[in-house]
C-alpha cells in the first residue's frame, strides 16, 4: 500500500507547446482518469516560452512526477527539450497541427540524437491515447494496483473487437455467397 499512485499527487506531467494542442492531448487526460493515475497539464513552448520549459523539466522530481508526456505540432522541440534537461522517462506526441499534418512534427520528435531518447508515439488522438497507457504502464511496474487496471483494459479493447465481430457477420448473415454466419465471399463483384 505504498504506491506513490495511491496519493492525488501528480505522476504524469501532460505538457502541451500551444493550448491548439488540448483536442490532442485531452485524450491522453482521458485515458489518465480511466486508470485513475493523477497527472498535472502545462501549456509550455519550446519555443515561445523555453525558459518556462526548462523549469517544469528541472524541477519535476522535486513535484514527484515520474513520466512526462509532450505533445505539439510543426517544428516540435517541445519533448526533445524536456528530455535534454531531466533523466524522466519523456514520451513525445506529434500533434497534427500544420500544413504537413503532423509528419513534421513526427520527425522532429522521433529523431532525437543519440543519447537523448523521445520514446515518440503516432500521430495525433490515437498517440496522445497511447502516450497515456504507455505513461501507466511503466508506472505500473511499480504498483500492482495499475498493472491490474492495465490488464483489464486489454480484456475491454478486446471484448469491443468481439463485438464488432459479431456486429458485422450479423450484417453479413443471408447473403449471397457469405458462409454460415461470416462474411465468406459475399463481397465478390
Ligand atoms: C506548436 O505550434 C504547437 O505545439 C502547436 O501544435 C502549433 C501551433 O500553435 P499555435 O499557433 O496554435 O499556438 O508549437
Known amino acids: 500500500m505504498s504506491s506513490t499512485l495511491m ?3 501528480p505522476v504524469v506531467s501532460i505538457v502541451m507547446g500551444s493550448e491548439s494542442d488540448l483536442p490532442v492531448m485531452e485524450e491522453c487526460a482521458k485515458v489518465l482518469d480511466e486508470l485513475k493515475v493523477p497527472y498535472e ?3 509550455a513552448s519550446a519555443h515561445r516560452t523555453p525558459r518556462r520549459v526548462a523549469e517544469l523539466a528541472v524541477a519535476a522530481r ?29 514520451i513525445g506526441v506529434p500533434i497534427d497541427s500544420s500544413p ?13 540524437p543519440g ?12 498517440g496522445a491515447r497511447n502516450a497515456g497507457i504507455l505513461a501507466s504502464q511503466i508506472l505500473a511496474l ?31 448473415r443471408g447473403r449471397a455467397g ?12
Open 7 to 9: 496519493t492525488t499527487l
Open 41 to 43: 497539464v502545462h501549456v
Open 62 to 90: 522535486e513535484r514527484g512526477i515520474k513520466v512526462f508526456v509532450a505533445g505539439a505540432g510543426g517544428a516540435a522541440h517541445l519533448a526533445g527539450v524536456i528530455a535534454a534537461q531531466t533523466s524522466l522517462p519523456v
Open 100 to 112: 504537413l499534418n503532423g509528419l513534421d512534427a513526427l520527425l522532429a520528435t522521433a529523431m532525437m
Open 115 to 126: 543519447g537523448v531518447p523521445v520514446a515518440t508515439v503516432a500521430i495525433g488522438k490515437a
Open 142 to 172: 511499480a504498483d500492482p494496483g495499475l498493472e491490474r487496471r492495465l490488464l483489464e483494459y486489454k480484456v475491454f479493447l478486446g471484448a469491443a473487437v468481439e463485438k464488432a465481430d459479431n456486429s458485422v457477420k450479423s450484417q453479413f
Open 178 to 189: 457469405a458462409g454460415p454466419g461470416a462474411a465468406g465471399t459475399a463481397r465478390k463483384k
